[in-house]
C-alpha cells in the first residue's frame, strides 16, 4: 500500500525559505510515476502547486511559484522534495503530497492524483 508523509512545515517571515520533505512507502519512486505538491488555504480550493514525472525527470509548475519554487526527488531516499524560497504571506496553506501511477497532468488537477498525504502546514507573515 502506497504511503506518503510530509514534513518540513513551519511559520516564516516572508522572504524566507523552507524545503518540505514527503517520504514515500510502498513503493519506488524510481519507477515512472507523477509525484506532486498541492496546497489548501482556508476557505479555498485545493491547488496544484508543482509535480515531477519520476521516469524522465520533467516538471510543472503553476505560474504562481515558478521561479521560486523547485521539485526534486532523491530516489536513494524514496523521497520528493519541494523547496520554496522568497516565501510571500499568499504561499500559506496545508501543503499536501500526491502520486499518480501516470503521466502528470499539466494543469496539475487534484483529481489525478488518487493518493495522498496527509499535510504540513506552511505559514508565511509578512
Known amino acids: 500500500q502506497v504511503q506518503l508523509m510530509e514534513s518540513g512545515g513551519g511559520s516564516v517571515q516572508a522572504g524566507e525559505s523552507l524545503k518540505l520533505s514527503c517520504a514515500v512507502s510502498?513503493?519506488?519512486?524510481?519507477?515512472?510515476?507523477?509525484m506532486g505538491w498541492f496546497r489548501q488555504a482556508p476557505g479555498k480550493e485545493r491547488e496544484g502547486v508543482a509535480a515531477?514525472?519520476?521516469?524522465?525527470?520533467?516538471?510543472y509548475y503553476t505560474d504562481s511559484v515558478k521561479g521560486r519554487f523547485t521539485v526534486s526527488r532523491d530516489n536513494a531516499k524514496n523521497t520528493l522534495y519541494l523547496q520554496m524560497y522568497s516565501l510571500k504571506p499568499e504561499d500559506t496553506a496545508m501543503y499536501y503530497c500526491?502520486?499518480?501511477?501516470?503521466?502528470?497532468?499539466?494543469?496539475?488537477?487534484?483529481?489525478?492524483?488518487?493518493?495522498w498525504g496527509q499535510g504540513t502546514q506552511v505559514t508565511v507573515s509578512s
Open positions: 500526491a502520486a499518480a501511477r501516470a503521466y502528470c497532468d499539466p494543469a496539475l488537477r487534484a483529481v489525478s492524483f488518487p493518493v
Open positions: 510502498g513503493y519506488t519512486i524510481r519507477r515512472s510515476y507523477c
Open positions: 515531477i514525472y519520476t521516469g524522465s525527470g520533467s516538471t
